[in-house]
């Protein structure tokens, strides 16, 4: 594994890898992902391997202009109303944290998405991620660069830890702006809906194709892994609490009270003599996001074995925030 910069050198010599077969990880907006070339399935079979990640869990194709969706998505096996509300996803929202689940060309190999009927798209916003596809293939599947069920990467050493040799480059882009995956929205059925919340409010999403449901954590049919309930999990035993309620919590010696703001740790006693990390001093969302992982990262490293987190606001990308941290508890 080689560690690289965003130079013009490193960034070619990454394109080039990634031509050829090779596993490049690189920074998004929402998280960091490993890429391989989404028409290759060495190197499709590679990204298994290095994730130890079930050949069931289908992976996310990475372009870097809206042209190149024509090269995976069938089309003509989309309702025109469908069709309609992609294109205008896709040229609204898109670069950005939103994945679209759309019906699939068979030229693309089944191992990108576990023999499914439809693909997983999305483009980009980030500047290294779109010039390293464009450099490339103009197609790269690229899920998160983390072993499988563990926490996403949002800076390099986090990948560095997390798959270290397993990879050939690991481009050094700085922490991710966003901090939580993309959204991702299935529009290859009856109805709109979002199987995971991310960085893409569903907000803005309804602002402009109207009401979409939310996938039902309960429901028994789990399409994505993302659904997954243990997913995203650090080291650490997580038990989530509502908001403000923190000071409930019956904490164990060397535990931490993760609060949403500086309001919130203010108010609870209990945060007085105990270990304390707070997402957003000021209560914002999107500050929060970019420090949930990194928290939690820098948490395990620590060696803390309990956390109590409360949950943030339920709104905006409060969803996915609290989507995360529902993921990384445990659940008795
Ligand atoms: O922000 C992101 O989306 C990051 C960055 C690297 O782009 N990528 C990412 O990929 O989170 P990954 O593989 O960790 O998560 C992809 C999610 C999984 O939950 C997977 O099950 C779902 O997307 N997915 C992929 N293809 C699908 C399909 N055809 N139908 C339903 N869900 C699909
Ligand atoms: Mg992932």
Redesign the pocket.
Same mark, same amino acid.
């Given at each position: 594994m080689r560690l690289l910069t965003n130079s013009d050198i490193d960034l070619s010599l990454a394109a080039d890898a990634l031509s050829r077969g090779g596993l490049v990880a690189f920074p998004?907006e !929402?998280?960091? =992902? +490993?890429g391989a070339d989404a028409f290759n399935k060495q190197a499709l079979a590679r990204v298994f391997a290095a994730k130890r &990640?079930p050949s069931f869990?289908? +992976? /996310?194709i @990475?372009i870097a202009e809206c042209a190149a969706a024509d090269r995976v998505v069938a089309w003509e096996r989309l309702s025109s109303r469908a069709t309609e509300q992609a294109r205008h996803l896709m040229a609204e929202l898109w670069p950005g944290?939103l !994945?679209l /689940?759309l019906p699939?060309q068979p030229c693309l190999p089944d191992l990108a !998405?576990?023999a499914?009927r !439809?693909? $997983?798209l &999305?483009l980009?916003a980030h500047p290294i991620?779109r010039r390293l596809i464009a450099e490339s293939t103009g197609v790269v599947a690229?899920? *998160? $660069?983390?072993p499988f069920g563990r926490l *996403?990467p949002t800076r390099a050493e986090h990948v560095v830890r997390g798959l270290g040799e397993a990879v050939d480059f690991i481009i050094d882009g700085g922490p991710c702006a966003l901090g939580?995956? *993309?959204t991702?929205l299935?529009l290859?059925g009856e109805k709109p809906i979002i +199987? &995971?919340p =991310? =960085?893409m409010e569903r907000e803005r999403i309804e602002a402009l194709i109207g009401p979409v449901a939310l996938f039902d954590r309960m429901a028994v049919n789990i399409?994505?892994? =993302?659904?997954l309930l243990n @997913?995203y999990a650090p080291r650490a035993a997580l038990k989530l609490y509502p908001r403000g309620a923190l000071a409930q919590a019956r904490i164990e010696p060397g535990a931490v009270l993760l609060f949403f703001d500086a309001a919130s740790r203010d108010s609870c006693q209990a945060a007085q003599g105990a270990l304390s990390a707070v997402l957003s001093e000021s209560g914002d969302l999107l500050e929060a996001a970019a420090a949930l992982f990194d928290t939690l990262y820098r948490l395990d490293q620590e060696g803390i074995e309990y956390i109590h987190a409360e949950r943030v606001p339920d709104i905006g990308l409060g969803v996915a925030i609290n989507d995360r941290l529902y993921k990384a508890s445990k659940k008795d």
């Amino acid at each position: 594994m080689r560690l690289l910069t965003n130079s013009d050198i490193d960034l070619s010599l990454a394109a080039d890898a990634l031509s050829r077969g090779g596993l490049v990880a690189f920074p998004t907006e !929402t998280v960091y =992902g +490993l890429g391989a070339d989404a028409f290759n399935k060495q190197a499709l079979a590679r990204v298994f391997a290095a994730k130890r &990640r079930p050949s069931f869990d289908p +992976l /996310i194709i @990475h372009i870097a202009e809206c042209a190149a969706a024509d090269r995976v998505v069938a089309w003509e096996r989309l309702s025109s109303r469908a069709t309609e509300q992609a294109r205008h996803l896709m040229a609204e929202l898109w670069p950005g944290p939103l !994945t679209l /689940i759309l019906p699939k060309q068979p030229c693309l190999p089944d191992l990108a !998405t576990s023999a499914l009927r !439809t693909v $997983a798209l &999305r483009l980009p916003a980030h500047p290294i991620a779109r010039r390293l596809i464009a450099e490339s293939t103009g197609v790269v599947a690229a899920p *998160s $660069a983390n072993p499988f069920g563990r926490l *996403s990467p949002t800076r390099a050493e986090h990948v560095v830890r997390g798959l270290g040799e397993a990879v050939d480059f690991i481009i050094d882009g700085g922490p991710c702006a966003l901090g939580v995956e *993309s959204t991702v929205l299935d529009l290859s059925g009856e109805k709109p809906i979002i +199987l &995971r919340p =991310g =960085g893409m409010e569903r907000e803005r999403i309804e602002a402009l194709i109207g009401p979409v449901a939310l996938f039902d954590r309960m429901a028994v049919n789990i399409t994505a892994p =993302g659904q997954l309930l243990n @997913h995203y999990a650090p080291r650490a035993a997580l038990k989530l609490y509502p908001r403000g309620a923190l000071a409930q919590a019956r904490i164990e010696p060397g535990a931490v009270l993760l609060f949403f703001d500086a309001a919130s740790r203010d108010s609870c006693q209990a945060a007085q003599g105990a270990l304390s990390a707070v997402l957003s001093e000021s209560g914002d969302l999107l500050e929060a996001a970019a420090a949930l992982f990194d928290t939690l990262y820098r948490l395990d490293q620590e060696g803390i074995e309990y956390i109590h987190a409360e949950r943030v606001p339920d709104i905006g990308l409060g969803v996915a925030i609290n989507d995360r941290l529902y993921k990384a508890s445990k659940k008795d």
